[in-house]
T-cell receptor, first 117, second 111 residues
Protein backbone atom coordinates (compact mmCIF):
# COMPACT_ATOMS: atom_id res chain seq x y z
CA UNK A 1 0.00 0.00 0.00
CA UNK A 2 1.54 3.28 -1.12
CA UNK A 3 -0.33 5.36 1.43
CA UNK A 4 -1.70 8.82 0.78
CA UNK A 5 0.28 10.49 -1.99
CA UNK A 6 0.63 14.24 -2.21
CA UNK A 7 2.29 16.43 -4.80
CA UNK A 8 4.28 18.54 -5.03
CA UNK A 9 6.39 18.07 -1.89
CA UNK A 10 7.52 21.67 -2.04
CA UNK A 11 6.04 24.67 -3.79
CA UNK A 12 7.53 28.13 -3.90
CA UNK A 13 5.50 30.79 -5.63
CA UNK A 14 5.01 34.51 -5.75
CA UNK A 15 2.12 36.38 -4.24
CA UNK A 16 -0.83 36.50 -6.58
CA UNK A 17 -0.05 33.26 -8.36
CA UNK A 18 -2.38 30.28 -8.46
CA UNK A 19 -1.31 27.22 -6.50
CA UNK A 20 -2.73 23.72 -6.94
CA UNK A 21 -2.01 20.94 -4.47
CA UNK A 22 -2.83 17.35 -5.33
CA UNK A 23 -3.75 14.28 -3.35
CA UNK A 24 -4.33 10.61 -4.05
CA UNK A 25 -6.01 8.89 -1.09
CA UNK A 26 -5.54 5.28 -0.08
CA UNK A 27 -7.53 3.02 -2.38
CA UNK A 28 -10.83 2.03 -0.84
CA UNK A 29 -10.96 4.91 1.61
CA UNK A 30 -14.22 6.83 1.54
CA UNK A 31 -13.26 10.04 3.29
CA UNK A 32 -10.63 12.60 2.38
CA UNK A 33 -9.44 15.52 4.45
CA UNK A 34 -7.33 18.61 3.77
CA UNK A 35 -5.42 20.10 6.71
CA UNK A 36 -3.13 23.08 7.05
CA UNK A 37 -0.33 23.10 9.63
CA UNK A 38 1.46 26.15 11.03
CA UNK A 39 3.40 26.68 14.21
CA UNK A 40 0.94 29.29 15.38
CA UNK A 41 -2.31 27.43 14.73
CA UNK A 42 -1.29 23.78 14.63
CA UNK A 43 -3.29 21.39 12.46
CA UNK A 44 -6.42 23.00 11.08
CA UNK A 45 -9.08 21.12 9.12
CA UNK A 46 -9.89 22.96 5.92
CA UNK A 47 -12.41 20.67 4.27
CA UNK A 48 -13.41 17.05 4.13
CA UNK A 49 -15.13 14.89 1.56
CA UNK A 50 -17.11 11.71 1.94
CA UNK A 51 -17.71 9.61 -1.17
CA UNK A 52 -16.35 12.51 -3.23
CA UNK A 53 -18.92 14.96 -1.83
CA UNK A 54 -17.78 17.96 0.26
CA UNK A 55 -19.29 17.55 3.72
CA UNK A 56 -17.76 20.36 5.75
CA UNK A 57 -15.83 23.27 4.29
CA UNK A 58 -16.21 25.59 7.26
CA UNK A 59 -12.46 25.58 7.76
CA UNK A 60 -11.67 26.99 4.34
CA UNK A 61 -10.20 30.42 5.12
CA UNK A 62 -11.84 32.42 2.37
CA UNK A 63 -12.98 32.39 -1.21
CA UNK A 64 -9.41 32.21 -2.43
CA UNK A 65 -9.38 28.57 -1.37
CA UNK A 66 -11.28 25.88 -3.22
CA UNK A 67 -11.16 22.08 -3.21
CA UNK A 68 -12.48 19.44 -5.55
CA UNK A 69 -12.71 15.69 -5.60
CA UNK A 70 -13.69 14.64 -9.11
CA UNK A 71 -13.33 10.93 -8.33
CA UNK A 72 -12.47 8.57 -5.51
CA UNK A 73 -8.75 8.59 -6.25
CA UNK A 74 -7.96 12.26 -6.68
CA UNK A 75 -8.46 15.60 -4.97
CA UNK A 76 -7.09 19.10 -5.44
CA UNK A 77 -6.78 22.13 -3.19
CA UNK A 78 -6.40 25.38 -5.06
CA UNK A 79 -5.42 28.81 -3.80
CA UNK A 80 -6.03 31.71 -6.15
CA UNK A 81 -4.59 34.25 -5.68
CA UNK A 82 -2.01 33.09 -3.16
CA UNK A 83 -0.76 35.36 -0.36
CA UNK A 84 2.29 35.15 1.94
CA UNK A 85 0.04 34.26 4.89
CA UNK A 86 -0.93 31.07 3.07
CA UNK A 87 2.59 29.74 3.63
CA UNK A 88 2.22 26.50 5.58
CA UNK A 89 2.38 22.74 5.24
CA UNK A 90 -0.77 21.34 3.67
CA UNK A 91 -1.67 17.74 4.48
CA UNK A 92 -4.11 15.43 2.85
CA UNK A 93 -5.48 12.51 4.84
CA UNK A 94 -7.92 9.72 4.14
CA UNK A 95 -9.94 7.30 6.23
CA UNK A 96 -11.82 4.13 5.60
CA UNK A 97 -15.18 4.99 7.09
CA UNK A 98 -18.10 6.99 5.90
CA UNK A 99 -20.46 9.26 7.75
CA UNK A 100 -21.97 6.33 9.57
CA UNK A 101 -18.72 5.41 11.23
CA UNK A 102 -17.38 7.10 14.31
CA UNK A 103 -13.87 7.26 15.60
CA UNK A 104 -12.02 6.67 12.36
CA UNK A 105 -8.28 7.10 12.33
CA UNK A 106 -6.81 9.21 9.58
CA UNK A 107 -3.86 8.28 7.39
CA UNK A 108 -1.82 11.30 6.37
CA UNK A 109 0.30 12.04 3.35
CA UNK A 110 3.76 13.59 3.61
CA UNK A 111 2.43 17.07 2.99
CA UNK A 112 3.17 19.96 0.66
CA UNK A 113 5.39 22.71 2.02
CA UNK A 114 4.04 25.91 0.47
CA UNK A 115 6.02 29.14 0.51
CA UNK A 116 4.40 32.25 -0.94
CA UNK A 117 6.90 35.06 -1.41
CA UNK B 1 2.37 18.10 29.09
CA UNK B 2 -0.02 19.39 26.47
CA UNK B 3 -3.40 21.02 26.43
CA UNK B 4 -5.47 21.25 23.31
CA UNK B 5 -5.16 24.79 22.03
CA UNK B 6 -2.02 25.86 23.96
CA UNK B 7 1.63 26.34 22.94
CA UNK B 8 3.97 23.49 22.05
CA UNK B 9 5.79 22.15 25.12
CA UNK B 10 8.91 20.02 25.02
CA UNK B 11 9.81 16.89 26.95
CA UNK B 12 13.46 15.88 27.10
CA UNK B 13 14.42 12.35 28.21
CA UNK B 14 17.39 10.05 28.16
CA UNK B 15 17.48 6.98 25.97
CA UNK B 16 16.06 4.02 27.86
CA UNK B 17 13.87 6.10 30.14
CA UNK B 18 10.09 5.87 30.08
CA UNK B 19 8.32 8.91 28.64
CA UNK B 20 4.90 10.24 29.57
CA UNK B 21 3.19 12.77 27.33
CA UNK B 22 0.04 14.36 28.64
CA UNK B 23 -3.00 15.87 26.98
CA UNK B 24 -5.93 17.72 28.50
CA UNK B 25 -8.89 17.54 26.16
CA UNK B 26 -11.69 20.04 26.09
CA UNK B 27 -14.91 18.24 25.19
CA UNK B 28 -16.34 16.07 27.93
CA UNK B 29 -18.58 14.42 25.33
CA UNK B 30 -15.65 13.18 23.24
CA UNK B 31 -15.76 9.42 22.83
CA UNK B 32 -12.72 8.63 20.74
CA UNK B 33 -9.10 9.60 21.26
CA UNK B 34 -6.02 9.04 19.21
CA UNK B 35 -2.29 9.71 19.41
CA UNK B 36 -0.18 10.63 16.41
CA UNK B 37 3.58 10.92 15.99
CA UNK B 38 5.02 13.44 13.55
CA UNK B 39 8.66 13.31 12.59
CA UNK B 40 10.36 16.25 10.96
CA UNK B 41 9.30 16.64 7.33
CA UNK B 42 6.66 13.94 7.52
CA UNK B 43 2.95 13.68 8.02
CA UNK B 44 1.42 12.54 11.32
CA UNK B 45 1.49 8.78 11.84
CA UNK B 46 -1.04 6.83 13.87
CA UNK B 47 0.31 5.39 17.12
CA UNK B 48 -2.61 4.18 19.19
CA UNK B 49 -6.26 4.98 19.84
CA UNK B 50 -8.76 4.44 22.64
CA UNK B 51 -12.50 4.73 22.99
CA UNK B 52 -14.23 6.31 25.95
CA UNK B 53 -15.47 2.97 27.29
CA UNK B 54 -11.87 2.05 28.09
CA UNK B 55 -9.36 3.42 30.60
CA UNK B 56 -6.21 1.88 29.20
CA UNK B 57 -4.95 0.39 26.01
CA UNK B 58 -1.54 -1.07 25.27
CA UNK B 59 0.42 -1.37 22.09
CA UNK B 60 4.01 -2.17 21.33
CA UNK B 61 6.04 -0.11 23.84
CA UNK B 62 3.18 2.38 24.11
CA UNK B 63 0.27 2.67 26.50
CA UNK B 64 -2.57 5.17 26.41
CA UNK B 65 -4.42 6.06 29.59
CA UNK B 66 -7.74 7.86 29.66
CA UNK B 67 -9.16 9.62 32.69
CA UNK B 68 -12.59 10.92 31.76
CA UNK B 69 -13.21 12.40 35.18
CA UNK B 70 -10.55 15.04 34.69
CA UNK B 71 -10.56 14.94 30.86
CA UNK B 72 -6.97 13.77 30.68
CA UNK B 73 -5.19 11.55 28.22
CA UNK B 74 -1.62 10.32 28.42
CA UNK B 75 0.78 8.43 26.21
CA UNK B 76 3.44 6.34 27.86
CA UNK B 77 6.44 5.19 25.85
CA UNK B 78 8.56 2.48 27.43
CA UNK B 79 12.33 2.36 26.97
CA UNK B 80 12.39 5.51 24.85
CA UNK B 81 14.71 5.40 21.86
CA UNK B 82 16.26 8.19 19.77
CA UNK B 83 13.89 7.22 16.97
CA UNK B 84 11.00 8.23 19.21
CA UNK B 85 12.07 11.88 18.94
CA UNK B 86 9.16 13.65 17.27
CA UNK B 87 6.11 15.81 17.94
CA UNK B 88 3.22 13.91 19.47
CA UNK B 89 -0.38 15.00 18.99
CA UNK B 90 -3.48 13.91 20.76
CA UNK B 91 -6.80 14.22 18.95
CA UNK B 92 -10.40 13.73 20.00
CA UNK B 93 -13.79 13.49 18.45
CA UNK B 94 -17.37 12.93 19.37
CA UNK B 95 -19.86 10.97 17.34
CA UNK B 96 -19.61 11.73 13.66
CA UNK B 97 -17.55 14.88 14.05
CA UNK B 98 -14.07 15.14 12.63
CA UNK B 99 -10.96 14.83 14.78
CA UNK B 100 -9.82 17.90 16.72
CA UNK B 101 -6.06 17.99 17.16
CA UNK B 102 -4.03 19.48 19.96
CA UNK B 103 -0.95 21.48 19.11
CA UNK B 104 1.47 18.78 20.14
CA UNK B 105 4.33 18.00 22.48
CA UNK B 106 7.87 17.71 21.23
CA UNK B 107 9.77 14.71 22.59
CA UNK B 108 13.57 14.92 22.50
CA UNK B 109 15.50 11.75 23.28
CA UNK B 110 19.18 12.06 23.96
CA UNK B 111 21.54 9.06 23.78
Amino acid sequence: DAGVIQSPRHEVTEMGQEVTLRCKPISGHNSLFWYRQTMMRGLELLIYFNNNVPIDDSGMPEDRFSAKMPNASFSTLKIQPSEPRDSAVYFCASSLGGRGVTGEKLFFGSGTQLSVL
Amino acid sequence: GESVGLHLPTLSVQEGDNSIINCAYSNSASDYFIWYKQESGKGPQFIIDIRSNMDKRQGQRVTVLLNKTVKHLSLQIAATQPGDSAVYFCAENRGYSTLTFGKGTMLLVSP
